[in-house]
Each structure stands twice: as C-alpha cells, then as structure tokens.
C-alpha cells in the first residue's frame, strides 16, 4: 500500500519495460539499454585574443584631456537642468502667492 507505482514505458516493439527499477535497498537504478554510448565530442575552448593597448605620451594626454572635457560638459549639463527646475519651482511658487491673494482680496469685499 505504501510502495510506490512504477510506471511502464511501452517500446514501439511492443515490448514492455519499467522506466526505473527499485533495487532492494530502495534506491533507484536506470534502465540499461542495449546500444553503446558515445560522449559528445567537447568543443576546445577558444583562446580570447585580448588586443594589446599601448599609450603614447600624447596619446595619454589625448585620453587625459577627452575625459576632462566630457566631465565638464556633463557638469554643465546637469547644472542647467537643476537651474530649470529652480527657476521652474520660484515661478510656479510666484504664481501661488499672486493667486492667494486674488482670492483674499475676493472675500474680504
């Protein structure tokens, strides 16, 4: 009752055979089978060619003076966007305070 089911696989022989056999110690064994295996060839692993790089002194300065040029035009960059966003917020904040007092002046007459 409490011994598991074993399924059976049908061949297209028509010969019947179990997928797992259970040994007598409980673990499972495959099912042998009667044709030889060969291991798939394993493909050499390519070599990676890793390009050497040499820097001249002028071809240092040149990579020297393209970072420092990209670094000041991305700070330029982020420094306008932050003063949009200022000058943004002290207009949106001029107009609450116009607006505020239109509505003041509306309920005091």
Known sequence: MFQPRIPVNPLPTGIVSPLIQP?????????????????????????AQVPAVRLTPTGLVTVVAGGAGLVLIVGAVLVSLLLAVAISAASVAVCAVVLRSLLNGQHKR
């Open 23 to 47: 040994t007598a110690s409980g673990g499972i064994e495959p099912v042998a089978c009667n044709h030889d295996h060969i291991p798939a060839p394993v493909p050499a692993a390519p070599r």
